[in-house]
């Protein structure tokens, strides 16, 4: 299994302020994906990102608002960029394990709580 | 596009008591099928990893089904807890190198 930390564990925003989540993993990993889940809903996934390569963007989730760093194998951060009250949610960091028996299990971070004011 | 439904969003039990949560996706064409535990405010821890080839899974008191041709998984918590108060998420992976797609989750309350 895979051990995964998140910085800060939450935090409280102003408006128009940005954030910048990091993410460590205790062991290397090609892929590393970034979550949000709003209050009272399910998981959603916000990017991939790979190491080496721009991050791959899901529908709805764009570069300018959510810009992501790979600098190498086991780091990611994730800013979230000019908040507003709807960007409030807990922000998660995940990786797949266990690629070497085919089995893509998931792992997550302990989340990023944020508030914005 | 694949969509997951869990029943019910909501479960109030006794101490002690054997229960089900419910899984259902519409595609039945996975790779494999993942429960995991939401405590409030963090992250999700992993329960059991079903292989598509599988037809359960155990650790501990719980225990995952999958019925693939039905679209259906349940897991099973026996002897419940105070300490199994959670949300439960169950996800579904459609081939080896796809994205998770997630449930809403079943929010559990267990009653000492």
């Known amino acids: 299994s895979a051990v995964i930390s998140q910085k800060p564990s939450r935090d409280i925003c102003q408006r128009g302020t940005s954030l910048t989540i990091q993410c460590q993993v205790d062991?290397?990993?090609?892929?590393m994906f970034w979550y949000r889940q709003q209050p009272g809903q399910s998981l959603t996934l916000i990017a991939t990102a790979n190491q080496g390569s721009e991050a791959t963007y899901e529908s709805g989730f764009v570069i300018d608002k959510f810009p992501i760093s790979r600098p190498n194998l086991t780091f990611s951060t994730l800013t979230v960029s000019n908040m507003s009250p709807e960007d409030s949610s807990i922000y998660l960091c995940?990786?797949?394990?266990?690629?070497?028996?085919?089995?893509?299990?998931?792992?997550f971070g302990p989340g990023t709580r944020l508030t914005v004011t | 596009k694949q969509e997951v439904t869990q029943i019910p969003a909501a479960l109030s039990v006794p101490e002690g008591e054997n229960l089900v949560l419910n899984c259902s996706f519409t595609d039945s064409a996975i790779y494999n099928l993942q429960w995991f535990r939401q405590d409030p405010g963090k992250g999700l821890t992993s329960l059991l990893l079903i292989q598509s080839s599988q037809r359960e899974q155990t650790s501990g008191r719980l225990n995952a089904s999958l019925d693939k041709s039905s679209g259906r998984s349940t897991l099973y918590i026996a002897a419940s807890q105070p300490g199994d108060s959670a949300t439960y998420l169950c996800?579904?992976?459609?081939?080896?190198?796809?994205?998770?797609?997630f449930g809403e989750g079943t929010q559990l309350t267990v009653n000492p």
């Open positions: 996800a579904v992976r459609r081939t080896s190198g796809s994205r998770l797609t």
């Open positions: 062991s290397q990993v090609t892929m």
């Open positions: 995940s990786v797949e394990g266990g690629l070497a028996g085919g089995l893509y299990e998931q792992y």
